[in-house]
T-cell receptor, first 113, second 111 residues
Framework: DAGVIQSPRHEVTEMGQEVTLRCKPISGHDYLFWYRQTMMRGLELLIYFNNNVPIDDSGMPEDRFSAKMPNASFSTLKIQPSEPRDSAVYFC???????????FGPGTRLLVL | EDQVTQSPEALRLQEGESSSLNCSYTVSGLRGLFWYRQDPGKGPEFLFTLYSAGEEKEKERLKATLTKKESFLHITAPKPEDSATYLCAVVVRGGGNKLTFGTGTQLKVEL
């Protein structure tokens, strides 16, 4: 199994630009999670989906952030417009319904200049 | 508010020097406690899940234990390849499948 796949692995952009992060969960997993990791705040849950439906988006910092899951094998996290304080590593994770163990992707390292 | 606190923040050990990492939690109702390992530049890698006080899980040089207030990750005779950040996380009753993480313990094992 390929595991959770994220792209791009690194992204450097300028303030005000739109950023789109992508995630492919493990096949058969019906939960998908987006996390952000920074030195100051550690690993924080942004949003999670169950069967492609957003369940809890209380961690999304503000309206500049949006996430979609159009099908069971693909999700996006979009930041528009981006700001320097959005610089972080963004992780996607997935899990299978009856098990709570989440499996993480390699992350996308975002730098907003 | 659910809280997870890990200590120490950083730990330096000599190869073969056993020690323990602590994860204390204050939650409304624990459903499960998770330990992950994270290497630099990589995503967290699942190690263990513990569900009830008294439960223990082992994997190679690692053993995780759980009480009603905290969990310990015991590392026996560590090797340099055990160097990583160890993260603890909880899932609470009524919290869906949401993981709340501690800030981690950065472990370095030296020769």
């Amino acid at each position: 199994d390929a595991g959770v796949i994220q792209s791009p692995r690194h992204e450097v952009t300028e303030m005000g630009q739109e950023v789109t992060l992508r995630c492919k969960p493990i096949s058969g997993h019906d939960y998908l999670f987006w996390y952000r990791q920074t030195m100051m705040r550690g690993l924080e849950l942004l949003i999670y989906f169950n069967n492609n439906v957003p369940i809890d988006d209380s961690g999304m910092p503000e309206d500049r952030f949006s996430a979609k899951m159009p099908n069971a094998s693909f999700s996006t996290l979009k930041i528009q417009p981006s700001e320097p304080r959005d610089s972080a590593v963004y992780f996607c994770a997935s899990s299978f319904d009856s098990q709570e163990t989440q499996y993480f992707g390699p992350g996308t390292r975002l730098l907003v200049l | 508010e659910d809280q997870v606190t890990q200590s120490p923040e950083a730990l330096r050990l000599q190869e073969g020097e056993s020690s323990s990492l602590n994860c204390s939690y204050t939650v409304s109702g624990l459903r499960g406690l998770f330990w992950y390992r994270q290497d630099p530049g990589k995503g967290p890698e699942f190690l263990f899940t513990l569900y009830s006080a008294g439960e223990e899980k082992e994997k190679e040089r690692l053993k995780a234990t759980l009480t009603k207030k905290e969990s310990f990750l015991h590392i026996t005779a560590p090797k340099p390849e055990d160097s990583a950040t160890y993260l603890c996380a909880v899932v609470v009753r009524g919290g869906g499948n949401k993981l709340t993480f501690g800030t981690g313990t950065q472990l370095k094992v030296e020769l």
